[in-house]
């Protein structure tokens, strides 16, 4: 068994964002070598976070209106207190911060509708996602 780690960065631009880091996972996991395994994809961050689903620009605006459904930006907040992103925090825990995904020859597997999102809760900030490939 194989064990190959990498961490990137993906710059967000907006306070809440959704960007598709699909490519950044393939990519990773076509370098690793691995082609039978898992592939886990790590955001060591407390206001971002990660979901897989489809990209297409009208259903971006529907994961951007759910967010704001769910935890409006302007609620009232006990952690607003000390740091303006209570908001942030809560979407973040509703929200995964981790994937695995498996690898089977060579290649991702993922639903033909199913991107891999992280999702920015409090830009824009620079991220750091770490992906670790597992197997052989
Ligand atoms: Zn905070």
Do not use: C
């Not at 990498?6 to 631009?13: F, G, N, V």
């Not at 991107?115 to 992906?131: C, K, M, Q, T």
């Amino acid at each position: 068994m194989r064990v190959f780690t990498r961490e990137i960065t993906i710059q967000s631009r907006r306070r809440r964002e959704v960007i598709n880091i699909t490519d950044h996972v393939e990519g990773f996991v076509r370098e690793s070598g691995i082609t039978n395994g898992i592939v886990l994809v790590f955001l060591p961050h407390a206001t971002s976070a990660l979901f897989a689903n489809e990209d297409e620009p009208r259903i971006r605006r529907d994961y951007e209106n759910l967010f704001e459904r769910l935890v409006p930006a302007n609620g009232d907040y006990h952690h607003n207190e000390i740091d303006n992103n209570a908001d942030a925090h809560l979407l973040t825990s509703i929200f995964k911060q981790f994937y695995v995904l498996p690898i089977v020859n060579g290649e991702l597997v993922r639903g033909t509708w199913q991107e891999v999102f992280l999702a920015e809760f409090d830009g824009p900030r620079s991220r750091r996602v770490v992906l670790v490939a597992i197997g052989e």
